[in-house]
C-alpha cells in the first residue's frame, strides 16, 4: 500500500516504508555495481587494444540496445508484472556479469566478449528501466511522484556519482576481475529487494483480442505524439541530449587541452558535476512547489545554457567546474520534472510504452552529439563543444516557451 510522510504540513514525500524504502535501496545499490562497472569496463577495453574505435564501441554498444530493443521493453513492460520482471532481469543480468568477471580473472577477456557484455546488458536494461518508471506509481501516492523520483535520483548520484569511482581503483588493487564481481552481487541484492516487495497485480484495461506488441508499441508512440507536453518535453530533451553527448564525448579535452588542467583538473570537473546532481535531488521538489513543473524544466534548461556559455568561454579551471556543479544541479531539477510528468499524465496502463518512446527517442541524441563534439573540438578547438551544447540547449529551451504561456 502506498503511504506518505507530512512535510511542512503537506503530503509531499513518500513515507520509506511501504516498499519505496526497499525500492530505493535496490535502485542505490544497483546504480553503485554498474558505475563500478561502466569506469572499469574502458580501463579494460584499453588495456586490450590501442585502437580508440574499439575502445569507443564499448561505451557505444551501451546505447545502441535502446535504439533497437527500447520501444520494444516498454510493451513488455506494460504487459507484465513490473516487480516480477525486474527480479528476474536483474538474477540473469548479475549472472551474465558474474560470469564475465570469472572470464576476466582467468585472464580470457576479448573485446568481442566486452562489446557483447554491454550490448546485453543494455539490452536487458530497457526492459527493468521501463518497469521501474511503471513501478514507483504503485507504491506511492499521486502527490508523492515528484519527491520520490528527487530521492531516488538523489541516491543514486550519491553511489554512482561519489562513491563508485574512488572506490574502482581501490577495487582493481584487489584484482581486474573484482568489479565486475561487486556489480554481480549488487545485482543480486536489488533483485532480492525488489522480489520482497509487496504490490497488487497491475491494474490495466483488457488488451483487444488480437494485439501485437508491434501495434502495442505504436499506441504507446501516437500516445506520447497525443500528449502536447510530454511531446515538446520530449522533443527538448533530445535536443538537450544532442548537446548533453557533444559535451561529455570532448569533456576530458575541454579540461586538459583546453584548460590544461590535467587528469586531476578532468577528475575534479566530474566530482563538481555529481555534487551538483545530488543538490539538484534536494532542490528539485522545492523549485517545483514554486515555479510548476515545466517552468522548473524552462528554469533548469536556460540556467544550464548559461552554465555551457561559461564553459565555452572559461579560460580558469575555477571558472569550468562552478559551471558544471550549476549544470549538474539544474541537470537533476530536469530529471526530476520529467520522469514525474511522465507518471503522472500517462494513461492507465500505458507508462511503460510511453517512458519507452521518450526514452529512445531522447538517447538517439546523445550518439550524434557526440559526433558532433569531436569534430567541433577538432575543427574550431576545444572549447567549441561546450558552446554547440549552449546553442543546443537554448533550442531546446526556445520549444518549450507554448508550454508556459
Known amino acids: 500500500m502506498a503511504t506518505t510522510e507530512s512535510v511542512g504540513g503537506t503530503r509531499a514525500a513518500?513515507?520509506?516504508?511501504?516498499?519505496?524504502?526497499?525500492?530505493?535501496t535496490a535502485a542505490v545499490v544497483s546504480r553503485f555495481g554498474d558505475s563500478l562497472r561502466t569506469a572499469a569496463l574502458p580501463l579494460l577495453a584499453a588495456s586490450l587494444t590501442d585502437d580508440p574505435l574499439l575502445i569507443a564501441s564499448v561505451t557505444a554498444c551501451g546505447f545502441l540496445p535502446w535504439l533497437l530493443f527500447g520501444l520494444l521493453g516498454g510493451a513488455v513492460a506494460d504487459r507484465v508484472d513490473q516487480r516480477r520482471a525486474m527480479w528476474a532481469v536483474d538474477l540473469v543480468r548479475g549472472g551474465l556479469v558474474a560470469a564475465f568477471a570469472a572470464v576476466v580473472a582467468l585472464g580470457h577477456a576479448t573485446i568481442a566478449l566486452l562489446l557483447l557484455l554491454a550490448f546485453a546488458l543494455t539490452a536487458l536494461g530497457t526492459l527493468f528501466d521501463n518497469a521501474a518508471t511503471s513501478l514507483l506509481p504503485a507504491l506511492v501516492p499521486t502527490?508523492?511522484?515528484?519527491?520520490?523520483?528527487?530521492?531516488?535520483?538523489?541516491?543514486?548520484?550519491?553511489?554512482?556519482?561519489?562513491?563508485?569511482g574512488p572506490a574502482v581503483p581501490v577495487l582493481?588493487?584487489?584484482?581486474?576481475?573484482?568489479?565486475y564481481a561487486a556489480d554481480a552481487v549488487t545485482y543480486v541484492l536489488a533483485a532480492l529487494l525488489i522480489a520482497s516487495l509487496r504490490t497488487g497485480a497491475p491494474e490495466r484495461p483488457p488488451r483487444p483480442a488480437g494485439s501485437t506488441l508491434r501495434a502495442e508499441t505504436a499506441e504507446g508512440l501516437a500516445a506520447l505524439r497525443a500528449d502536447r507536453h510530454l511531446w515538446w518535453l520530449c522533443v527538448a530533451t533530445t535536443l538537450c541530449n544532442v548537446g548533453m553527448g557533444a559535451l561529455i564525448a570532448t569533456l576530458v579535452v575541454h579540461v586538459t587541452d583546453g584548460l590544461h588542467a590535467g587528469n586531476a583538473g578532468y577528475a575534479a570537473t566530474l566530482t563538481a558535476y555529481a555534487l551538483g546532481a545530488v543538490a539538484g535531488g534536494l532542490l528539485a521538489r522545492w523549485i517545483a512547489e514554486r515555479t510548476g513543473r515545466i517552468r522548473a524544466v524552462f528554469l533548469a534548461g536556460t540556467v544550464q545554457a548559461g552554465c555551457l556559455v561559461l564553459m565555452g568561454t572559461a579560460t580558469t579551471l575555477a571558472v569550468s567546474i562552478g559551471a558544471m556543479a550549476v549544470f549538474g544541479l539544474m541537470g537533476t531539477v530536469w530529471n526530476v520534472q520529467q520522469t514525474t510528468l511522465m507518471q503522472e499524465r500517462a494513461?492507465?496502463?500505458?507508462?511503460?510504452?510511453?517512458?519507452?518512446a521518450f526514452r529512445t527517442l531522447a538517447v538517439a541524441g546523445a550518439p550524434l552529439g557526440a559526433l558532433l563534439g569531436g569534430a567541433a573540438a577538432a575543427g574550431p578547438g576545444p572549447h567549441t563543444p561546450a558552446l554547440l551544447a549552449a546553442a543546443l540547449f537554448a533550442l531546446a529551451v526556445a520549444s518549450l516557451t507554448p508550454l508556459i504561456n
Open 172 to 179: 582493481l588493487l584487489a584484482g581486474p576481475a573484482v568489479p
Open 14 to 24: 513518500p513515507a520509506w516504508r511501504g516498499g519505496f524504502g526497499r525500492l530505493w
Open 347 to 356: 494513461p492507465e496502463g500505458m507508462l511503460g510504452r510511453i517512458a519507452a
Open 143 to 164: 502527490e508523492t511522484l515528484a519527491g520520490a523520483n528527487a530521492r531516488l535520483m538523489t541516491g543514486q548520484q550519491l553511489a554512482g556519482g561519489l562513491l563508485a
